[in-house]
């Protein structure tokens, strides 16, 4: 008899999500939970069951651009695969984007979406990238107070109808910049008739099919830089679906998200409607970017979620040496240690998502606005690469297997490396946060002041330890940075993304040590308790006495 390997099994996704919904017991109303609880049971169904067949099945779909149609006529359309068809019904259907909007929930609302979002993600190839754009426009629009473009777009971007939902885009990426959207080149003019127009070359947009982008543009006269730049909105298609003034030049062949159209686009004139003022457009997307970061370290969160969930299935119907993965003490110490970082990072973006919810219900005061713009973007940096990490781990969890296309499995990897690259790289986020810190301090004080409080509820023994060093990890980073602000600028940038990472790594521990004190107390369950004594083992404070000049000469010529 030939030996024939079981293949990992994956069972209903908020069942079987001890993390997620021990977190929703403590941080919903009962009366909350019990309400939005069926959606989330319905969700974890088809996540685990005929989505995840359909995943398997939807391998070797990939998106097509379609340039010309039989009668040579040029219609550029992108044609999806199938399971993100079926993707775009079911996220309308269950409000993913609406449940922000409908705020039903109040301040909860985002934790609600973001608990529809863990179970979505994973289970849809990456469609929560047009659902993050979407939402981030939706925000942007209503923040920019255009009362045409609220009434007649957002109620599009939050229907729950899948024939009236639109998504969104989100076309900032130019070749001459991306990460410096000040090198924009499109240009904007109004016509004869007064309508703004707008010509460039836009290098990277993903979910191309969409009905509407946001994107920028100077206006015609405006000064170079930043400042200069216009938000728009455009318009992909007339009534007749033909794309209007834009020429999609080809789609990417990408090393992952492969069932997202990631397309390069040509503007020649396309029609646009100015959201806001004619200058200032980077401040006016900005709305649109935290939103779409959230769902970043969401999806980080999710992705680390399902591989885990794979790889711990897998460990008990793999034998090796007479006994089961399982029950190997390495093996098991392996994928523990990839549980911490995932358990932590899903705090940290859920409490992102918490603050989000509660700014948007007018409950953040002065210092908790300042903690969320701080957090927001150390929540994504940090959580982009614990995704890769795991994500590489829980590949190798499955030996030969994990490296093999057919068993669905390196596509896990492929698509968490775009996570720290796309909406802000590492560095860039880092340089963010310290933007977000300022010279005064006080934002810092508002997430040390945050965890301060974690660890006074951490009053088990176990998790008062653990809190520590979240604290003495904050304390440290605090020091060097006022030690980096006396010692200049090249000091200061050349160890930002460490000082970041420490403030995202800290954070998220005591937010985990905080959660697990309530899982002890409340549930008698001590796991999240073992997540934070790894997580807090695992290299919190990464601040190191290696400065500019070293670096600069260890990558340089001579
Ligand atoms: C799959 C995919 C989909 C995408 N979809 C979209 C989309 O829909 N819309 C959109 O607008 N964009 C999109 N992008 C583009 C993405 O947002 C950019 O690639 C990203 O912001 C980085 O910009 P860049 O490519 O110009 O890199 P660069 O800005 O050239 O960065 C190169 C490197 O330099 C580093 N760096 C840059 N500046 C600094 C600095 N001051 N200090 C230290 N290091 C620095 C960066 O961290 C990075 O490592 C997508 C990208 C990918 C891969």
Known sequence: MTFRQEPPALGNQYADDRALRSYLRR????????????????????????????QLADRLHEPRLVRWDAWGARVDLIEVS??????????????????????RHGPHSRVHQAALAHLFT???????????????AARALLASGNRELIERVVPRL???????????????????????????????????????RLSGRKWFTSATNSQVALTLARPEGNAPGARGLALFLVETRDDAGRLRGITVE????????????????????????????????????????????????LSAAALMRRGLALARD?????????????????????????????????????????????????????????LLRLLTPLMKLTTARQAVAVASEVLEAFGGAGYVEDTGLPVLLRDAQVLSIWEGTTNVLALDALRALGRGGEPLRSLQSEAEQCAREARDARLAAAAAVALRALAHAAAWLARAH???????????RRFALTLGRASALALLARHAQWSLEHERDARALYAARRFAAGGIDLITETDAEEAFALMGDK
């Open 122 to 136: 994973p289970a849809t190839d990456i469609y929560s990238c047009p659902l993050a754009m979407t939402d981030g």
């Open 158 to 196: 939050t229907s729950r109808d899948p024939a009236r939902f639109w998504t969104s885009g989100q076309w900032m990426t130019e070749q001459a910049g991306g990460s410096d959207v000040s090198l924009t080149e499109t240009a904007a003019r109004r016509d004869g008739e007064g309508r703004w």
């Open 486 to 496: 006396e010692e200049g600028q090249e000091f200061l940038e050349s160890g930002a």
């Open 82 to 103: 199938p399971l993100w068809r079926t993707a775009e019904r079911l996220a309308a259907g269950h409000g993913l984007v609406a449940v922000a909007y409908e705020r």
């Open 314 to 370: 897998y460990a008990r119907r793999r034998v090796a040496f007479g006994s089961p993965l399982a029950e190997k003490p390495l093996h098991a110490d392996t994928l523990a240690g990839q549980q911490a970082e995932a358990e932590a990072a899903f705090h940290l973006a859920f409490r992102v998502a918490e603050l989000v919810g509660r700014e948007e219900s007018g409950e953040l005061d002065e210092e908790q606005s300042r």
């Open 27 to 54: 941080a919903l109303p009962a009366d909350v939970l019990r309400e939005i609880e069926p959606s989330l049971q319905d969700l974890g169904e088809l996540a685990g069951g005929e989505l995840y067949r359909a």
């Open 250 to 297: 080809r789609l990417k062949d990408k090393l992952g998200t492969r069932k997202v159209p990631t397309a390069e686009l040509t503007l020649d004139g396309a029609p646009a409607e100015l959201v806001r003022g004619t200058t200032d457009g980077v401040r006016d997307i900005a709305p649109m970017l935290n939103v779409t970061r959230l769902w970043n370290g």
